[in-house]
């Protein structure tokens, strides 16, 4: 008897088939991923930009803002000493973010709902930070910073802002609850 080596060709297709039904499963999964690290790298950044913007104000013993407006924030410094940000050239910007990771964020002065409708954008609002590193935030002591977009749930999406604290957290149910 004579021995066949090698593959069929229904045998190949079907490897490729399984092979295509795979990858297209792996994709959908990496780009899921893909948006939740965003996410979280971005509210590392600006919990980070936050930090920085408290040392500053310790370092240089002046009253330093980080005024958010849409997706982007800028880090002032307060050199005209008015206590509030105002734009150049009254106070001197020590840093902009625009568009980070192109995933807008939300801030707000109290822990609310976001919207669940794809992502969250809001007015705009600043947190300034004292000599001493205290906080305050443009209408209350406390305010809350999240990112959300729809179908991702990554492990941080919040800032929680108090005035001796920041903290990072996971947006659950309207607050910002430390992980």
């Known amino acids: 008897m004579k021995k066949n080596k090698g593959f069929s060709l229904i045998e190949v297709l079907l ?3 399984l092979v295509g039904i795979l990858a297209a499963l792996a994709a959908a999964s990496l780009s899921n991923l893909v948006k939740k690290n965003r996410v979280e790298n971005q509210i590392r950044r600006i919990y980070s930009d936050l930090m920085n913007a408290r040392v500053m104000a310790m370092n240089r013993n002046i009253t330093h803002f980080v005024v958010f407006a849409g997706s982007s924030y800028t880090v002032w410094e307060d050199t005209d000493g008015s206590e ?3 734009a150049a050239p009254t106070d001197t910007q020590r840093l902009k973010r625009s568009s980070v990771d192109t995933t807008p964020m ?3 002065n109290t822990t609310g709902a ?3 409708s794809a992502i969250s954008q809001s007015a705009g609002g600043w947190v300034a930070f004292n000599s001493r590193g205290i906080a305050r935030t443009a209408i209350a002591p406390n305010g809350t910073i999240w990112i959300t977009v729809a179908g991702v749930n990554p492990t941080r999406d919040c ?3 108090t005035p001796t604290q920041l903290r990072l957290g996971k947006l659950n149910g309207g607050a ?3 992980i």
């Open 15 to 17: 490897v490729v088939a």
């Open 106 to 108: 939300t801030y707000s």
């Open 84 to 86: 509030t940000p105002d």
């Open 176 to 178: 910002c609850n430390e």
């Open 114 to 116: 976001p919207s669940d």
């Open 159 to 161: 800032i929680s802002i």
